[in-house]
């Protein structure tokens, strides 16, 4: 299960995720990041609350970092030991900005 609040604000938005980011929720994701990433310049995703993510998940973030490359950018925040585990492994962590 993952909860998505999100809160958009004069052209940036942040996508709080709680719960797992995988497979089934990578999706959903997907479908919540889809209407707005034209109309933004900057993404923040809050991953403090993130319990999981599996390579469908980061393939949402990758995706997404390389959509708003152009405009203001995205970052990553509070992200927990485990997840950023999984970034450094993947080498996400050298792609993603991390804070």
Do not use: Q
């Not at 995720?17 to 209407?35: C, K």
């Not at 990433?37 to 995703?45: A, K, P, Q």
């Not at 998940?57 to 927990?80: D, E, F, Q, Y």
């Amino acid at each position: 299960m993952l909860n998505i609040n999100k809160t958009i604000t004069n052209g940036k938005a942040v996508f709080a995720l709680e719960g797992r980011l995988d497979t089934n929720t990578s999706v959903e994701l997907d479908a919540a990041l889809s209407p707005v990433l034209d109309t933004i310049n900057e993404l923040v995703f809050d991953l403090s609350a993130l319990e999981y993510i599996s390579s469908a998940g980061l393939r949402v973030l990758l995706a997404t970092h390389k959509s708003l490359s152009k405009k203001g950018g995205m970052k990553v925040t509070n992200v927990n030991e485990m997840i950023m585990e999984i970034f450094e492994v993947t080498g996400f962590s050298d792609i993603l900005t991390i804070e």
